[in-house]
């Protein structure tokens, strides 16, 4: 049974709050990043690939979001999947998004890291780690006013890149062309690289302890912070396509500012580098938000050290799972591969996925309501075993780990 005796968390986010710390996720440092390989990957699918992706997060959303009206509790699908199939499946969703996600936290830390001083890459992921684990600290309010500042920054860059590429005399429509150049596995890798960025409304759901009027409040923000940002991710997507076409997209190291440099504002690029480093701290805020909520769920449970279940009296926020948390992402911004990082993480979000459209699915017998989570679960498994072998590997490696480590714990508390 999950222990929740001692202080509990505030419930302080209404849905404003809730769809800008969704956007805070989505519209983050992915949109600076992910369109590069997934062009390379999909060539002329690259438009088809962000539909098959906005698909499968639709269900993906539809899903938490019907979960999450019945069980507004920290953790998300790790409370979903307990709760529906059964208690180790809700532990193998919390084990693949807290490893996941932190891998994905320092992926978001580096990325600031190599916006604001390449040359000091990791020193300066270490410090973003450390700010930002402190301004959690202080409470989900002041984290929900940070990220609306940085959403609206991010937002902003981001018009600015959609107007000069779409106005500019090198935007041509004959670049937008639709074909299958990658094939159908490179649109579907394409598309699990793009999901990577669109999972962020699953921080809307594992802050569900913090919601004001969950049952109505998380229904109406996870579609809606996903709608906006599938509105921004096309017409970004249009633009530099339109100014790079397939192929130099692909072949780009920074897609936006390569593309605000080739439509003739070399000038604006300075500011696309910025918007990348604010966009990036904004995606680190939130994950680590949500990962220090689904490491408290299960530490209630005792599936992790129970000490990380302590919510701070006055804060009311996890604060020994959220200083734990920032302590192993610092450790691994200072240490791993920003590519690394991000493949690994799409594969433990993509399996996460997986079992809350299996736990969505168990609400209800009609066929017409078990369709979108059933389209959901095959999405999320045919993305992530079309993703890098080296990333299906360490993903599926890391996934039997944990299912052996719970086989074990069970076995000795027998």
């Not at 699918?45 to 999450?68: D, H, P």
């Not at 891998?103 to 300066?124: E, I, K, N, R």
């Not at 701290?281 to 994950?287: Q, R, Y």
Request: hydrophobic residues 55%; aromatic residues 8%.
């Amino acid at each position: 049974m999950t222990d929740t005796s001692g202080p509990q968390l505030r419930r302080t986010l209404g849905v404003g709050d809730a769809v800008v710390i969704g956007l805070g996720s989505m519209v983050g440092a992915g949109i600076f990043a992910a369109l590069a390989p997934a062009a390379h990957a999909a060539g002329s699918g690259l438009l088809l690939g962000l539909a098959v992706a906005a698909v499968i997060a639709y269900c993906n959303a539809t899903s938490s979001a019907r979960l999450a009206a019945l069980y507004p509790a920290s953790g998300g699908t790790y409370v979903y999947g307990r709760e529906r199939l059964g208690e180790f499946w809700g532990y193998l969703a919390g084990w693949a998004f807290v490893v996941g996600k932190t891998a994905s936290c320092a992926a978001m830390a580096l990325t600031v890291g190599a916006y604001v001083w390449p040359g000091q890459a990791h020193a300066v992921a270490v410090a973003a780690v450390v700010l930002l684990t402190a301004v959690n600290y202080g409470g989900v309010q002041k984290s929900a006013w940070l990220t609306r500042a940085i959403v609206g920054v991010v937002l902003a860059v981001l018009a600015c890149v959609v107007v000069v590429c779409l106005t500019s005399g090198q935007a041509g429509a004959g670049r937008l062309d639709i074909g299958l150049s990658g094939g159908v596995g490179g649109v579907l890798q394409a598309a699990g690289l793009l999901f990577f960025a669109f999972a962020g409304y699953a921080r809307i759901a594992t802050l569900g302890e913090e919601v004001r009027d969950p049952a109505r409040t998380i229904p109406r923000a996870i579609p809606l912070a996903l709608g906006i940002a599938l509105v921004v991710y096309a017409a970004v997507a249009v633009a530099v396509l339109s100014v790079l076409g397939p192929k130099g997209l692909g072949d780009a190291t920074a897609p936006l500012a390569d593309a605000v440099r080739a439509a003739g504002f070399g000038e604006l690029v300075p500011v696309v580098r910025a918007g990348a480093a604010v966009a990036a701290l904004g995606s680190l805020l939130a994950l680590v938000l949500g990962v220090s909520r689904t490491t408290l769920a299960m530490a209630r449970d005792r599936h992790l050290p129970g000490a990380l279940a302590a919510v701070h009296p006055r804060f009311r926020v996890p604060h020994r799972a959220e200083l734990a948390v920032g302590a192993v992402v610092a450790v691994l911004a200072a240490t791993v591969d920003v590519r690394g990082a991000i493949g690994f993480s799409s594969f433990g979000v993509l399996a996460y996925y997986a079992v809350a459209n299996a736990s969505a699915w168990t609400l209800d017998a009609r066929p017409a309501a078990r369709a979108l989570p059933a389209l959901g679960l095959a999405g999320c498994l045919v993305l992530a075993f079309s993703l890098p072998w080296v990333s299906v590997t360490a993903g599926a490696g890391v996934l039997a780990a944990g299912a052996a480590a719970y086989g074990v714990r069970r076995w000795a508390g027998r």
